[in-house]
């Protein structure tokens, strides 16, 4: 079946600017995660989705950050006034129930702030 | 704070030699060892786990060790291929919804 799809594959923009990235996760699976992963960083984990729980939020690394799921499926992180170190790669990953399942990983969306 | 550190951050081997690839934590209370395989421009994809009451787990070619003890795990590519050439990444888990990951190592298999 369809894996973890994002959107865009990449994305530019200039500094200031609010960007949004979409995941849409595999069907069927309740848990969602987001990560950023920066060149020589590893994977930066950012919120937690669980079903209808609220969201384990705890990594975004400010306000400008957020992220919402609607309706249990589709996932949008939204980075607002963005600067130029919040380029990176951001993944998005899904599994069944969350704990102790695989999680399933997108080819992520490459921003770069300019 | 890196909670799991990995090394090396690259590795080259030849054709149908042994990678290995190393992480440490400080967390007693992990209690999921996963790696990921990752290529260009794709997303991680899980390669193997490990939990810390066994000290080995092999899955045809790769294995992971783990000593307790020590707050270390590796990853071992036996018989290694070009196609293994990718990104290794080792995470850690505790309560299985937040992942700590190393900053992974890149490998190339040298054919």
């Known amino acids: 079946g369809a894996g973890v799809s994002q959107s865009p594959s990449n994305k530019v923009t200039e500094k200031g600017k609010d960007v949004e990235l979409r995941c849409d996760p595999i069907?069927?699976?309740?848990?969602l995660y987001w990560y950023r992963q920066s060149l020589g960083q590893g994977l930066e984990f950012l919120i937690y989705?669980?079903?209808?729980?609220?969201?384990?939020k705890s990594g975004l690394p400010s306000d400008r950050f957020s992220a919402e799921r609607t309706g249990g499926s589709v996932s949008t992180l939204t980075i607002q006034r963005t600067q130029q170190e919040d380029s990176a790669v951001y993944l998005c990953?899904?599994?069944?129930?969350?704990?102790?399942?695989?999680?399933?990983f997108g080819p992520g969306t490459r921003l770069t702030v300019l | 704070q890196q909670q799991v550190k990995q090394s090396p951050q690259s590795l080259i081997v030849q054709k149908g030699g042994i990678s290995i690839i190393n992480c440490a934590y400080e967390?007693?209370?992990?209690?999921?060892f996963p790696w990921y395989q990752q290529f260009p421009g794709k997303g991680p994809a899980l390669l193997i786990a490990?939990?810390?009451?066994?000290s080995e787990k092999k899955e045809g070619r790769f294995t992971i060790s783990f000593n307790k003890s020590a707050k270390q795990f590796s990853l071992h590519i036996m018989d290694s291929q070009p196609g293994d050439s990718a990104t290794y990444f080792c995470?850690?888990?505790?309560?299985?919804?937040?992942?700590?990951f190393g900053t992974g190592t890149s490998l190339t298999v040298i054919p």
């Open positions: 490990i939990r810390p009451d066994v």
């Open positions: 069907s069927g699976h309740t848990a």
């Open positions: 967390n007693t209370a992990f209690d999921y």
């Open positions: 989705f669980q079903g209808n729980s609220a969201p384990d």
């Open positions: 995470a850690a888990s505790r309560t299985r919804n937040q992942f700590y």
């Open positions: 990953a899904s599994s069944l129930s969350g704990v102790g399942d695989t999680q399933y």
